[in-house]
């Protein structure tokens, strides 16, 4: 039988309770079993855009950090929603202890299904926004599964601001606000840059210039994706008839 996912950390003391990380011998899962593709970029880079078309034709599972983390704060009962929506709100990276068990139990949840996301008893995983810090990218390599490689989405900050803005006028997100974007670029720079500078140190890192349009972005990432020996499980499909030139 398997083991019980694990459970959102947490201590208790004798005044408020606190976020805990537990320490493991090895990580949960291996990559002769998981593949985990971390995929970086920053906001508006359009890293959803790519990893829906990743989805499609190569059968990949896709997690967005962000996405687990909306769930999380809007789930009656959550003990941690309050903290990640005035997170969120602010611009400020959520605790990496509930996200990367967000993460894991994600990824418990579609290992243990037959054949979701998975192709020959391998679980494949695109991680969507994440690792954001560097403690972030250590921990999960150390307790939960070593990533394969890191997809990183280089856009300039005038183009990812423009697309924002745009997305802002129906989204309803929160964080979709000019106030927000300016410290979620910053952050960024702050915290991201530095994780994909050490994957890059490693050898780990495709950088994919994500300014052209999302076909063209596209093609570039099937190209890192056969440098990286991952084959599409069906024939890539051709973009819509108004898309083509």
């Known amino acids: 039988?398997?083991?019980?996912?694990?459970?959102?950390?947490?201590?208790?003391?004798?005044?408020?309770a606190r976020l805990a990380s537990p320490e493991r011998p090895t990580p949960s899962f291996s990559p002769p079993n998981c593949t985990v593709?971390?995929?970086?970029g920053g906001p508006g880079a359009g890293k959803g855009t790519q990893c829906e078309k990743l989805v499609r034709d190569y059968g990949l599972t896709h997690m967005s950090a962000g996405d687990l983390l909306r769930a999380e704060q809007d789930r009656e009962g959550s003990e941690f929603g309050e903290l990640i929506r005035n997170n969120i709100k602010e611009g400020i990276i959520v605790p990496m202890e509930v996200t990367i068990a967000l993460?894991?139990?994600?990824?418990?949840?579609v290992m243990d299904t037959s054949n979701g996301g998975q192709s020959e008893g391998k679980g494949k995983f695109l991680i969507d926004g994440f690792p954001r810090k560097m403690d972030q990218a250590l921990h999960f390599d150390k307790s939960v599964c070593p990533s394969a490689f890191t997809l990183f989405f280089?856009?300039?900050?005038?183009?990812?601001?423009?697309?924002?803005?745009?997305?802002?006028?129906?989204?309803?997100?929160?964080?979709?606000?000019?106030?927000?974007?300016?410290?979620r670029f910053r952050v960024?720079?702050?915290t991201s840059m530095p994780v994909v500078e050490h994957f890059e140190s490693q050898g780990k890192v495709?950088?994919?210039?994500?300014t052209p349009s999302p076909d063209a972005v596209y093609d570039a990432v099937q190209k890192v994706m056969a440098k990286r020996g991952i084959e599409?499980?069906?024939?890539?499909?051709?973009p819509p008839s108004s898309e083509r030139p």
């Open 154 to 183: 280089d856009v300039p900050e005038e183009v990812m601001l423009q697309r924002l803005l745009k997305r802002a006028e129906t989204s309803g997100r929160d964080d979709d606000n000019l106030e927000s974007i300016k410290k």
């Open 232 to 238: 599409p499980v069906s024939q890539p499909s051709a």
């Open 206 to 210: 495709e950088k994919v210039d994500a």
């Open 1 to 16: 039988m398997a083991p019980p996912p694990p459970a959102l950390p947490v201590q208790q003391d004798n005044s408020n």
């Open 188 to 190: 960024f720079v702050e």
């Open 37 to 40: 593709i971390f995929v970086l």
């Open 103 to 109: 993460l894991e139990n994600r990824m418990r949840e």
